[in-house]
Nanobody, 130 residues
Framework: QAQLVESGGGSVQSGGSLRLSCAAP????????MAWFRQAPGKEREGVAH???????FYADSVKGRFTISQDNAKNTRYLQMNSLKPEDTAMYYC????????????????????????WGKGALVTISS
């Protein structure tokens, strides 16, 4: 089973920042759609930030404008920069890789995020205090 290696996470106060990292084997990094999902106790898992192999990104409304995906191709690593954190961002965050979803026409398509995730990291806990 391929390994997605996550790092980062931790505890900060509301308004603070954290960065998560996800390192992937080369074939996953270059070909798969990668995303961060989060799950808080008692809540459903939510896909918050997605990046397709072509670099297209998709963010959930709950994090848009606060979270940003970046990447380091030399390290096969993608990062989730999380700014202006809120207590409701508290969750276990998982890096995952799978397929990409697009909508629209052949000449004007829109990246709608990843789905059918085949690989998962072990998770990183993010705790935001008020």
């Amino acid at each position: 089973q391929a390994q997605l290696v996550e790092s980062g996470g931790g505890s900060v106060q509301s308004g603070g920042s954290l960065r998560l990292s996800c390192a992937a084997p080369g074939y996953i990094y270059s070909s798969y759609c990668m995303a961060w999902f989060r799950q808080a106790p008692g809540k459903e898992r939510e896909g918050v930030a997605h990046i397709a192999s072509d670099g297209s990104t998709f963010y959930a409304d709950s994090v848009k404008g606060r979270f940003t995906i970046s990447q380091d191709n030399a390290k096969n690593t993608r990062y989730l920069q999380m700014n202006s954190l809120k207590p409701e961002d508290t969750a276990m965050y998982y890096c995952a890789a799978g397929g990409a979803r697009y909508s629209g026409s052949r000449y004007s398509s829109r990246f709608d995020g990843c789905s059918g995730m085949d690989y998962w990291g072990k998770g990183a806990l993010v705790t935001i205090s008020s």
